[in-house]
C-alpha cells in the first residue's frame, strides 16, 4: 500500500494519539476524490437488494458486543498457515509463486465448503514491457444471501525490498510475511469458521493480486501503480449494477495487522469515507476487549479500501500503520503474532453477528 502522512481527524470523534512517522509517499492525498464519501449503509428495513444503489440504515446492537462471541480461532493453525505460504518464498504477481499459492488457496476453501471464483485479467505497470496474467479468488460463504459482506486482503508480496537501507539488497527475495500474508492466513483460518457463523449477512472474502506489483517508486525516479487487483474487482462490481442480484454493504481490509504489539488505528480515509463502520468496528472492538484496537486518529493510507470506497462499498482499513519491518527483508513469521490474528478474528466475528 502507499502511505501518506499521518493527517488529525478534526476534533469531532477522535484524538490524536502521539506524534505520527512519515511513510513512503508514493501518491498525493489528491488521489482521494472529494466526491469519495461514504453512502449510507444498507439495513434491516427490508430494501430491495436488486436495487444496489437504494441506501438504507446500518445498525449493530446498541451494545456492540451484546451477547455474540468471538469464533474459536485456532492460533496456532492459523500461525502453520502462515508459514506454508511463506514457505513457497516470494509470490509476485504472476510467478510460479502466485500460481503454488493460488493452488493452495483454491483447495483449502473448497474443502472447507466455499464457492471459490477466479476473476481474471491482465495489468501492466508502467515500468514493465508487457502485461500480466493477474487473478482476484472470490471466496463465496452462503451464495443464497443478496446483502452481503466482503472481508479482502491483497495477497502478492512485492517484487522489491525498496525499504532496506542498503538499495543492494532491495532484489533479495523477501516473504512479506505480515504485509499481505497474514491476512491470508487470517481468513484461511476464519474459513473453518464461516458455514456455522450466525449473520444476517452472506460474507465474501476476496484476495486481490497486484496490490504489490511495484518496480519502480518515486524514490527510483518511477511512477509505477499500485491496487491493480482491487480497482479491476471494484470497477466489475459498479458496472454490473445493473443486472446482478446483491450488494455489499459493506467492507474490512486486513493489511499489515497481525504483528507482535500491533496497535490498529483509524485510518483516516477509511473514517473519511466509510465514518459510520469505523464507528461500528472500533466500538464492538472495546466492548470485546481487543486491546490492539485504538480509536485514535492513525495515518492517512493509500490502500485497496480506495477503490471499494469508491465503488459505493464502505470499507474501512485495519492496519498497523507503523509496522517496522515494512518492505524488509526481516518481514518473516517469527514476527507474527497468532494472538494478535485471533483478536482480530474476534472483533470481525462478533461485528458480523451483530449488524442488522
Avoid at 508459514?83 to 474443502?111: N, T, V, W, Y
Avoid at 532496506?164 to 487470517?186: M, Q, Y
Avoid at 485514535?296 to 464502505?314: M, T
Avoid at 514476527?335 to 466475528?349: F, L, N, P, R, W
Wanted: negative net charge; hydrophobic residues 40%; aromatic residues 10%.
Amino acid at each position: 500500500m502507499s502511505h501518506g502522512f499521518g493527517w488529525l481527524i478534526g476534533a469531532v470523534v477522535l484524538a490524536a494519539g502521539g506524534g505520527a512517522s512519515m511513510w513512503w509517499i508514493t501518491q498525493s492525498r489528491s488521489a482521494v476524490p472529494p466526491e469519495a464519501h461514504l453512502p449510507v449503509l444498507a439495513g434491516a428495513d427490508g430494501a430491495d437488494p436488486a436495487e444496489p444503489e437504494k441506501k438504507t440504515e446500518f445498525a449493530t446492537g446498541g451494545d456492540k458486543g451484546g451477547d455474540a462471541v468471538g469464533v474459536k480461532f485456532e492460533s496456532d493453525r492459523a500461525l502453520k498457515y502462515l508459514k506454508q505460504l511463506c514457505d513457497i518464498g516470494p509470490r509476485i504477481s504472476a510467478s510460479d509463486g502466485m500460481k503454488k499459492q493460488q493452488e493452495i488457496l483454491e483447495k483449502h476453501f473448497k474443502d472447507l465448503g466455499a464457492t471459490v471464483t477466479r476473476q481474471e485479467f491482465k495489468a501492466k505497470q508502467r515500468s514493465r514491457k508487457n502485461p500480466v496474467e493477474m487473478v482476484n479468488l472470490i471466496v463465496t460463504w452462503h451464495p443464497d444471501k443478496a446483502r452481503r459482506v466482503v472481508l479482502t486482503t491483497h495477497y502478492d508480496t512485492r517484487p522489491i525490498a525498496d525499504q532496506e537501507l542498503l538499495p543492494g539488497n532491495w532484489n533479495k527475495p523477501f516473504v512479506s510475511a505480515n504485509d499481505g500474508t497474514s491476512g491470508v492466513a487470517l481468513l484461511m483460518e476464519l474459513g473453518h469458521h464461516m458455514k456455522d457463523l450466525k449473520s444476517e449477512f452472506g460474507v465474501d472474502f476476496v484476495f486481490f493480486d497486484g496490490e504489490e506489483y511495484v518496480f519502480e517508486t518515486p524514490a527510483t525516479g518511477g511512477g509505477d501503480k499500485y491496487f491493480f487487483g482491487s480497482e479491476f474487482f471494484a470497477d466489475e462490481y459498479a458496472k454490473s449494477k445493473d443486472k446482478r442480484k446483491f450488494r455489499y454493504d459493506a467492507g474490512l481490509l486486513f493489511d499489515l495487522c497481525a504483528g507482535k504489539d500491533a496497535q490498529l488505528k483509524v485510518e483516516q480515509n477509511s473514517y473519511t469515507m466509510a465514518p459510520k463502520l469505523v464507528d461500528q468496528v472500533w466500538g464492538v472492538a472495546k466492548a470485546v476487549g481487543a486491546k490492539s484496537f485504538k480509536y485514535e486518529a492513525g495515518h492517512e493510507v493509500l490502500d485497496d479500501h480506495i477503490a471499494l470506497n469508491r465503488a459505493g462499498i464502505p470499507t474501512a482499513d485495519v492496519i498497523d500503520f507503523d509496522y517496522p519491518h515494512w518492505h524488509k527483508l526481516s518481514d518473516t513469521p517469527d514476527k507474527i503474532s497468532g494472538e494478535q490474528m485471533a483478536e482480530v478474528a474476534k472483533v470481525v466475528t462478533v461485528w458480523l453477528q451483530k449488524i442488522k
